[in-house]
């Protein structure tokens, strides 16, 4: 590819990134992963002059020490990937930390750069003045200002970008350095780095690690130990880091440190001057905060939130969902009907309407749902709330040995444990975050609500609301014990500690948040889409064999199945093959047992409840309501889980545990009641 | 020198030092706080601490703050958050 086609954009979380991305590219963005690992890569496309540019965004990083996933995809894609001009968009009214990633990119070598100081509004309402010239003449770089998200500046940015990608070479050299002694040290220990090439593919490469190294950066360190001159190397580091810190008096990672901070802070007082009073007052996130965050009121005001969240989700989700379903329906008879017009195989019209309709379909009717949840959490993603509820819960989730971060997915949960699972992708330490996805499914998703009902509704009509709620709880408890136990088990040690930037409160605009919710929305539907597709298929075609069975009889495979899986089931109670055919159908999608039991039982779903207060005792359906909740997570959760851990390890041991575990409590159930009742 | 998890809403403080890993050191580095750089207290209450480093607001886990030692710096900040 074209070297000159790629720009990559860079910046701190909550520097409006994401809302430059979205001015430059419009909608002609794409949405993936980066390789091997499973944070969101954003693609677009922009015309600058008359030629077509791929711009890449970075995750939201603060600098490039690769302590988090982010940070390593951001560094490793500047080095290897090499694009040709890296923008970096700053926060202008906060450039004493902003300034910082920038330099840390000069000092990788990334030499050409384009500064967009973003959210000048901001910085003049804060009384600052910028002497953008003045900054771009010292750094050697272009510095563009901009208010994305009013468009200001847009025009002037692709202007700019256009003509650095025709410059040929760059202009100036890099503007800082370290105090004499550190420079000396530097290139003393580059000398000796030079002739082994994975520590020194080029010469601003080779100062970068001669630098990690004095700043005893571990990967680096981890990389000299497969050098053959690791041992000259190594004795080096340490005599030069000696002398050093001989010199300075203090140690060496502090004054690096202070080095470069001290550079930004010259930059500041020499370009940008504070009009009025130096003074800084309570800003109104500050007044915000000191209730949200409230040690009294915090909790109450998360919990209110969350409410509303699903009070959106399940009200206004599900308006859409019976309607949806209903066009599935109905797309299900007409696909039909149109084989038997065309004289199609009956086969063809049954797996038209049976398995590819109906499967897909079943999961695609959750879409509202799924799109009104990411749209509450965009917003509060977008107003700078989500870190506070992270932060409202960080005491409440150490007892589970997690900390704040992990409470938004297990919230998420109860709506659907695909974008739950997603939404770990915030977590820094893999090993917290493995816990979180594997007790992810615990949580009762909406799919699981019209088993409750149906089986509440016919055999506890009087205690319906209570019985429900118990199964919620019970997940909840069962989340917390297993999160307990993993971590004790598989991941000792402490938590990740607790960092977050707590960005200031801002009103979301509603294209991005719209546009936002609709790019998650769709990642649902292709993921959800190509592994339901694939397994309905399957399960179809083992309901309609052999050949002139009635479909999902008893006779077909997935009915001799269900009697061969019967007597499993038989100590928690309900050991007849309808109910395992229904358990084993429901890998596909939860709310599918309710559907495969309706079949089953030759009744539409109003009638249903009768046949299974027959069938059912109050006892044996509580253990059913059990089993269901645990025992396996659906088709789409297994995928998500698969692809968020990349491994299919954890995979099979979260289907492996919760098959296990489910079966255990509804056997407890059953049993335990069978000597009460 | 004390911890930062001891200090008082609209405290001044410097940060004197900071125990933990390198990955917690270049992470805290990177938000703006390190040895030498003076920070205001906004918050501490028997959760997390929150503090402002460099005009933005960073929210810090009761375990981390334990291990960020602070000094005074002087002068009493003007802008006291009552938690």
């Known amino acids: ?677 | 020198m004390w911890p930062l998890a001891l200090c008082k809403p609209g405290e001044k403080v410097v940060v004197k030092d900071i125990a933990g890993g390198m990955g917690v050191r270049k992470r805290l580095e990177s938000m703006g706080l390190y040895p030498g750089e003076e920070i205001t207290v906004l918050s501490a209450q028997k959760g997390p601490v929150i503090v402002r480093v460099k005009g933005c607001r960073v929210g810090i886990g009761r375990g981390m703050a334990h291990k960020i030692m602070v000094a005074a710096n002087g002068q009493k900040g003007e802008e006291a958050v009552n938690g």
């Not at chain 1, 979380?13 to 944070?39: I, Y």
């Not at chain 1, 307990?484 to 088990?489: A, P, S």
């Not at chain 1, 993921?527 to 075609?541: D, S």
């Open chain 1, 1 to 677: 590819m074209d070297k000159k086609q790629v720009i990559a954009l860079a910046g701190n979380p909550n520097s409006g990134k994401t809302t430059v991305f979205n001015a430059l590219t419009g909608t002609r963005q794409k949405v993936g992963n980066w390789p091997g690992v499973t944070v969101e890569r954003k693609e677009g496309k922009v015309l600058l002059g008359n030629r077509e540019v791929t711009v890449v965004d970075l995750p939201g990083i603060y600098g490039l020490t690769a302590s988090s996933i982010d940070e390593r995809i951001a560094r490793d894609f500047l080095l290897t990937e090499r694009p040709f001009l890296v923008a970096i968009v700053l926060d202008s009214s906060n450039l004493d930390r902003h300034l910082y990633l920038p330099l840390q990119l000069m000092e990788l070598g990334v030499s050409r750069l384009v500064l967009i100081l973003n959210m000048m509004d901001e910085a003049r309402a804060k009384g600052l003045e910028i002497d953008v010239e003045g900054l771009s003449r010292t750094l050697g770089v272009p510095v563009v200002t901009t208010v994305a998200n009013k468009r200001v500046g847009i025009e002037e940015l692709k202007k700019t970008l256009a003509r650095e990608l025709e410059k040929e070479h760059q202009t100036s050299g890099f503007p800082f350095s370290y105090p004499e002694p550190i420079e000396k040290g530097i290139e003393r220990l580059s000398e000796i780095l030079k002739p082994h090439p994975p520590l020194s593919s080029s010469p601003h490469n080779t100062r970068w690690t001669a630098l990690k190294l004095l700043e005893g950066d571990e990967e680096y360190l981890a990389r000299v130990q497969n050098s053959p001159a690791k041992e000259r190397i190594l004795s080096l580091l340490t005599m030069v880091k000696e002398d050093l810190e001989a010199e300075l008096g203090y140690d060496l990672e502090t004054a690096l440190v202070e080095a470069r901070y001290g550079y930004i802070k010259g930059l500041v007082s020499e370009f940008v001057k504070r009009k009025g009073s130096l003074e800084q007052r309570l800003s109104m996130s500050d007044k915000i905060d000191k209730v949200v965050t409230n040690r009294f009121l915090g909790l109450p005001i998360f919990l209110f939130l969350m409410w509303l969240t699903f009070k959106l989700t399940f009200s206004v989700g599900g308006f859409f969902l019976d309607y949806i379903d209903a066009l599935f329906g109905f797309l299900g008879e007409k696909a039909a009907l149109l084989v038997h017009l065309v004289h199609g195989p009956p086969w063809l019209a049954s797996l038209l309407q049976n398995g590819i309709i109906g499967g897909v379909g079943s999961v695609l009717v959750f879409l509202p749902n799924i799109f009104f949840l990411f749209l509450a959490i965009s917003i509060m993603e977008e107003t700078g709330y989500m870190a506070r509820g992270a932060f409202v819960m960080d005491r409440l989730m150490h007892a589970m040995g997690l900390h704040g971060k992990s409470f938004i997915p297990m919230v998420l949960g109860f709506g659907c444990n695909v974008p739950a699972i997603m939404a770990t992708r915030t977590l820094e330490n893999p090993k917290d975050r493995i816990i979180t996805i594997l007790v992810n499914p615990l949580m009762s998703c909406s799919a699981r609500l019209p088993i409750y009902v149906l089986f509440a509704g016919a055999l506890f009509s009087a205690h319906q609301g209570t019985v429900i709620f118990s199964l919620y709880f019970l997940g909840v408890v069962l989340a917390i014990l297993l999160a307990r136990l993993f971590k004790t088990l598989f991941f000792k040690g402490e938590p990740a500690p607790l960092i977050m930037e707590l960005p200031p409160y801002r009103l979301p605009t509603w294209k991005s948040v719209l546009l936002n919710t609709w790019q998650r929305s769709l990642i649902f539907v292709k993921k959800a889409g190509t592994i339901i597709f694939a397994t309905v298929v399957l399960i179809w075609f083992l309901a309609s064999m052999p050949l002139g069975v009635e479909y999902a009889s008893q006779q077909s495979i997935i009915g001799g199945m269900g009697t061969f899986l019967a007597p499993i089931l038989k100590p928690a109670g309900f050991g007849f093959w309808q109910a395992a055919v229904a358990l084993f159908f429901g890998i596909l999608a939860k709310e599918v047992v309710v559907g495969t039991l309706g079949t089953l039982y030759g009744t539409g779903e109003e009638k249903l409840g009768t046949v299974i207060a027959h069938q059912f005792t109050p006892l044996t359906a509580y253990a059913f309501m059990v089993m269901s909740l645990v025992y396996i997570p659906c088709i789409a959760t297994i995928g998500v889980i698969r692809r968020e851990t990349n491994s299919w390890k954890w995979t099979a041991f979260s289907v492996g545990y919760s098959l296990f575990l489910g079966w255990f409590l509804a056997v407890v159930v059953y049993q335990v009641g069978r000597l009460f009742l």
